[in-house]
């Protein structure tokens, strides 16, 4: 690049590389730094999961014929709960939106090779930022080592931190962090043909409080996950003996996959401390995109797809100000709300879902309600895909319909048993109630579409 890009970002893998490409479709000139020297490096602790809600900017990238060539599996999760198997199925005269299962190993490869095929974009591997630079109290640029030792400076109108959890971009910025603990760890291994057929469903079990998932993947490879408590029943187990404590704890699964009859076909992988971390998303002059911004439990198998999305909400809120067409810290800014309120609210769920708490009377009933009701298991299943928000799970119609679904417990002990939970408009949900079903008997909770 002869003259100073429009934009640096810093981090080849799911948001920086989304970033860059959208940004460059925008006509800004990007330069996109990876440290590693290899444009076949992947990030080996993910399992894998794009989420329903990614799709759309999958499709804005179009990436969907590539990951479909790839073999990429539909991606629809049915969930274990003590009150049975919650599979989601589609409106009637509607569909249920999936989401992709694809390996990183090929995913990452692809998406560097879509972000560095994009006119626009140059791609600059075993690139190590080190450093910021700083000027008026912006950032205007990065100090960059490479792997074979040479420093040198670089400047931009706006720096993109897409460099993963543990951002060098973010800690240097100074940008304020909040960090919650988790009282899971988690071990996860593949196996070949474990889930025989056309697009077998992702499960996933909710223990209460552990959690396991199996998920489909391509060429008939499935991770399984496991990710117990941390008492120290389960991290003796795992500490003496990692696969006999993995496959016991499979094996004890309800409906359990028969791990025992098909190859492993990898080692086990395991993560002991894995806090959830949220940082202001933005100083002047910087934008921090995916895990940089957030990272949350991986438990919810959702980090690549806000890496995608938020890439997508900051080119959009920036507009030409990337190109020096108008207010850039107005368009950060802009972009620092809109995270947060598209995120902001499932991290406050996840941090506290993260202590291993058992169940609160809100996910008993939604869980004991959909294992019944079509309705409520797609309204659960929209909203464990974060194709609706926390306000449009909560919706008083939606928990409404819920309660008269489930035959667990009394309606007016449910009622008050919602007293618990916070945020829940828990007089209006017993107005709908009480006011008859009819009122809540429509064929689908407000707030989603049949095929949303
Ligand atoms: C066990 C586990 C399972 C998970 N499973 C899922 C799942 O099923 N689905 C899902 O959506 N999410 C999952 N996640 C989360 C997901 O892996 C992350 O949210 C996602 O990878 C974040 O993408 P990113 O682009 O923000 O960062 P990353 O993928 O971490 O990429 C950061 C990039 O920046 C580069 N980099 C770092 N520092 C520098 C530097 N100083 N200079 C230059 N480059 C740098 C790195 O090499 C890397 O390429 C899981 C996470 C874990 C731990």
Redesign the pocket.
């Known amino acids: 690049m002869t003259n100073d890009p429009d934009v640096i970002v810093?981090?080849?893998?799911?948001?920086?590389c989304t970033a860059a490409a959208l940004f460059a479709r925008a006509g800004a000139r990007v330069l996109l730094?990876?440290?590693?020297s290899n444009i076949e490096?992947y990030?080996v602790?993910?399992?894998?999961?794009?989420?329903p809600c990614a799709v759309p900017v999958i499709d804005r990238l179009g990436l969907r014929p590539r990951l479909e060539a790839a073999g990429a599996v539909p991606h629809v999760s049915n969930y274990w709960t003590q009150w049975g198997w919650i599979s989601p199925k589609a409106a009637p005269g509607g569909t249920l939106p999936h989401g992709f299962n694809l390996r990183r190993k090929i995913l990452d490869p692809m998406l560097r090779e879509l972000a560095a095929q994009t006119p626009g974009v140059e791609l600059w591997l075993g690139?190590?930022?080190?450093g910021l630079i700083s000027e008026d109290d912006r950032i205007v640029g990065v100090r960059t080592r490479t792997t074979g030792g040479q420093e040198a400076s670089l400047r931009a109108r706006l720096v993109v931190g897409?460099?993963?959890?543990d951002s060098?971009v973010a800690q240097l910025s100074g940008v304020p962090v909040r960090e919650a603990p988790n009282n899971r760890f988690?071990y996860?291994a593949y196996f070949q043909d474990l889930q025989p057929g056309d697009h077998p469903p992702t499960q996933i079990w909710f223990l209460n409080p552990d959690g396991a998932y199996c998920m489909p993947n391509d060429n008939g490879i499935s991770v399984l996950i496991v990710a117990p408590e941390k008492t120290p029943k389960h991290l003796a187990a795992f500490r003496e003996d990692v696969p006999g404590a993995f496959h016991q704890y499979v094996r004890e699964l309800p409906d359990a996959p028969p791990i025992d009859d098909v190859p492993l076909v990898s080692k086990y992988i395991g993560?002991n401390d894995?806090p959830l971390r949220s940082r202001g998303a933005f100083a002047p002059g910087l934008a921090l995109?995916?895990?940089?911004a957030l990272?949350t439990d991986?438990m919810w198998?959702?980090?690549?797809?806000?890496?995608m999305q938020s890439a997508a909400w900051l080119v959009d809120a920036l507009g030409p100000a990337v190109l020096g067409e108008g207010d850039l810290d107005g368009g950060l800014a802009a972009y620092a709300g809109r995270h947060q309120v598209e995120v902001g609210g499932y991290q406050r769920i996840f941090e506290s879902f993260a202590t291993a708490r058992p169940l609160n009377a809100l996910e008993r009933l939604m869980f004991s309600a959909s294992a019944r009701d079509e309705a409520t298991a797609r309204h659960a299943y929209l909203f464990g895909s974060r194709l609706i928000s926390v306000p449009e799970f909560i919706a008083p119609p939606a928990i409404a319909r819920a309660v008269l679904a489930q035959d667990d417990l009394a309606v007016d002990t449910v009622l008050e048993n919602l007293r618990e939970v916070e945020f829940l408009n828990v007089d209006e949900i017993s107005r709908l109630v009480h006011a008859g079903p009819s009122l809540v008997d429509v064929s689908e909770p407000a707030g989603h579409a049949a095929d949303a």
């Open positions: 810093v981090g080849a893998s799911v948001a920086g730094l990876e440290k590693h490096t990030k602790l993910c399992t894998h999961t794009l989420q690139q190590s930022v080190t897409a460099d993963g959890r060098t988690a996860f993560m894995m995109i995916g895990d940089a990272s991986p198998g959702i980090g690549c797809a806000w890496g």
